[in-house]
């Protein structure tokens, strides 16, 4: 059975750090590009960067230069350092699979319909 699971949420004051895991099992990353998404209450799932298979990384632009996707050697844990952090990154942060490319694209929020073994989430608020 293949799971996803977030973890690493909390509560942090504007421009301050938090770092998410996102643990798989069940499930092998070599093909699949693997996704990070963020919804906040009443607001659409929104992409928020993406690592391929190869390694390579796109970020949305409301977050590049603050977040950073990288995953671990054995495959299995992907995570999402967020940096300088704003009230404006609160949310409920999720990742997932992509089961049809290997390759992240720029146009990441194109592509959420194309992820699945979606987790359950991690809270992430950020005070001003």
């Known amino acids: 059975q293949v799971q996803f699971v977030e973890s690493g949420g909390g509560l942090v004051r504007s421009g301050g750090s938090l770092r998410l895991s996102c643990a798989a099992s069940?499930?092998?990353?070599?093909?699949?590009?693997i996704g990070w998404f963020r919804q906040a209450p009443g607001k659409e799932r929104e992409a928020v960067s993406c690592i391929s298979s190869d390694g390579s990384t796109v970020y949305a632009e409301s977050v590049k230069g603050r977040f950073t996707i990288s995953r671990d050697s054995a495959k299995t844990t992907v995570y999402l350092e967020m940096n300088n952090m704003k009230p404006e990154d609160t949310s409920v942060y999720y990742c997932?699979?992509?089961?049809?490319?290997?390759?992240?694209?720029?146009?990441?929020?194109?592509?959420?319909?194309?992820?699945?073994?979606w987790g359950q989430g991690t809270r992430v608020t950020v005070s001003s």
């Open positions: 069940g499930f092998s990353q070599d093909g699949y590009a």
């Open positions: 997932a699979a992509n089961l049809m490319r290997s390759r992240c694209i720029a146009a990441l929020s194109t592509t959420v319909h194309e992820y699945a073994y």
